[in-house]
Nanobody, 113 residues
Framework: QVQLVESGGGLVQAGGSLRLSCAAP????????MGWYRQAPGSSRDLVAA?????VTDYADSVKGRFTISRDKNTVYLQMNSLKPEDTAVYYC?????????WGRGTQVTVSS
């Protein structure tokens, strides 16, 4: 019944920007960390960025300097700048609490050349 609400995906030209957001229900509390994963066709689901309750961030090498993760209470954001065609994938939101993980349904990001 608990569902993460994702938004912000879509089509964009190379070099453009998108901002993803993921809102967790208020009933979810004591969040340990939040993050974004992505999966391209024929590939595994890999970490893009994560942020802990203390504000410590982690990024995949491929997005460092271009993507920024942030959070505001139960909402996590991913600002994506200087997008490349290789960023095309389905992006998934993850919320981690003690002993349980919540996943979003995924949102498509397509970057054209």
């Amino acid at each position: 019944q608990v569902q993460l609400v994702e938004s912000g995906g879509g089509l964009v030209q190379a070099g453009g920007s998108l901002r993803l957001s993921c809102a967790a229900p208020e009933s979810i509390f004591r969040i340990n960390s939040m993050g974004w994963y992505r999966q391209a066709p024929g590939s595994s689901r890999d970490l893009v960025a994560a942020i802990t309750a203390g504000g410590v961030t982690d990024y995949a090498d491929s997005v460092k300097g271009r993507f920024t993760i942030s959070r505001d209470k139960n909402t996590v954001y991913l600002q994506m700048n200087s997008l490349k065609p290789e960023d095309t994938a389905v992006y998934y939101c993850l919320v981690m609490v003690a002993g349980y993980d919540y996943w979003g349904r995924g949102t498509q990001v397509t970057v054209s050349s």
